[in-house]
């Protein structure tokens, strides 16, 4: 072989190389710029899909807010009514110079007392977004609803409790001293018993600690919406 074969040859070789060299990293450069732009948008999907998730919970909790604001003004006149009907109970005649006169009040707030207020309590939209993996940058927020939601059961297994005690001790017990469907006592002599006074005090100890488990719950959801959620949908 020529001696200006060989250097041609050798000339081919290394444009070979660079040429290849050159569409390696061309292919490199394009697969890399794609994958970012691929994370880049399943970022951009993931944020749009959190934030939507996010604006259901507010929904949510709005919802919550509005039904506790409601429960709590009715509340607080459902326990009134019955520390009224206890101070009568235990007076023992004295605030009234006449037995009808006695009688008609108990009367009164005997039947304004016949009822219970369960708050109607939104979970899907709580329970769904604590479940969800979308982000890694709201876990103080997704905290602060594990907290609420940990409070939404207390509550919701307290009102429960609540509500089937006052069903079976305090309609069971006047069943046969009162008529309800005409809102008339019959006789009473069980409803001024000291076993109807007890139970008319346990009313108020389990009205007490469900209106304060209330409170506490909607004063968690009032700072997760207004100090939290405000400031991630931004």
Same mark, same amino acid.
């Given at each position: 072989?020529?001696? =200006?074969?060989?250097?041609?040859?050798?000339?081919?070789?290394?444009?070979?190389?660079?040429?290849?060299? #050159? $569409?390696?990293?061309?292919? #490199?450069?394009?697969?890399?710029? &794609?994958?970012? @732009?691929?994370? @880049?948008?399943?970022?951009?999907?993931? @944020?749009?899909?959190?934030? &939507?998730?996010?604006?259901?919970?507010? %929904?949510?909790?709005?919802?919550?807010?509005? $039904?506790?604001?409601?429960?709590?003004?009715?509340?607080?006149?459902?326990?009134?009514?019955?520390?009224?009907? &206890?101070?009568?109970?235990?007076?023992? =005649?004295?605030?009234?110079?006449?037995?009808? @006169?006695?009688?008609?009040?108990?009367?009164?707030?005997?039947?304004?007392?016949?009822? %219970?207020?369960?708050?109607?309590?939104?979970?899907? =939209?709580?329970?769904?977004? #604590?479940? %969800?993996?979308?982000?890694?940058?709201?876990?103080?927020?997704?905290?602060?609803?594990?907290?609420?939601?940990?409070?939404?059961?207390?509550?919701?297994?307290?009102?429960?409790?609540? %509500?089937?005690?006052?069903?079976?001790?305090?309609?069971?017990?006047?069943?046969?001293?009162?008529?309800? =469907?005409?809102?008339?006592?019959?006789?009473?002599?069980?409803?001024?018993?000291? $076993?109807?006074?007890?139970?008319?005090?346990?009313?108020?100890?389990?009205?007490? $600690?469900?209106?304060?488990?209330?409170?506490?719950?909607?004063? #968690?959801? /009032?700072?997760?919406?207004?100090?939290? /959620?405000?400031?991630?949908?931004?």
């Amino acid at each position: 072989m020529k001696f =200006g074969t060989s250097r041609r040859l050798a000339k081919i070789k290394k444009a070979d190389v660079i040429t290849y060299t #050159i $569409e390696i990293f061309i292919v #490199i450069f394009g697969i890399t710029v &794609a994958y970012q @732009l691929n994370v @880049l948008y399943e970022d951009s999907k993931d @944020l749009k899909l959190e934030k &939507a998730a996010i604006e259901k919970v507010r %929904t949510e909790l709005e919802l919550n807010i509005t $039904e506790f604001d409601k429960l709590i003004d009715e509340r607080l006149e459902l326990i009134e009514n019955e520390n009224q009907l &206890a101070q009568i109970l235990y007076s023992g =005649g004295y605030l009234y110079a006449e037995d009808d @006169l006695e009688n008609q009040e108990i009367s009164k707030y005997l039947f304004a007392i016949n009822k %219970t207020y369960k708050p109607n309590l939104q979970f899907e =939209g709580l329970n769904y977004y #604590i479940n %969800t993996n979308y982000t890694t940058s709201n876990s103080d927020l997704k905290n602060s609803l594990l907290t609420l939601k940990n409070k939404y059961v207390a509550l919701k297994e307290v009102a429960q409790y609540y %509500t089937s005690m006052k069903e079976k001790y305090y309609n069971d017990f006047l069943i046969k001293d009162v008529d309800f =469907g005409l809102q008339k006592v019959v006789n009473y002599e069980r409803i001024k018993s000291i $076993e109807f006074k007890n139970l008319i005090l346990n009313l108020i100890e389990n009205e007490i $600690e469900l209106n304060r488990l209330l409170e506490e719950a909607n004063n #968690i959801a /009032i700072d997760i919406v207004d100090l939290n /959620i405000k400031e991630k949908l931004k």
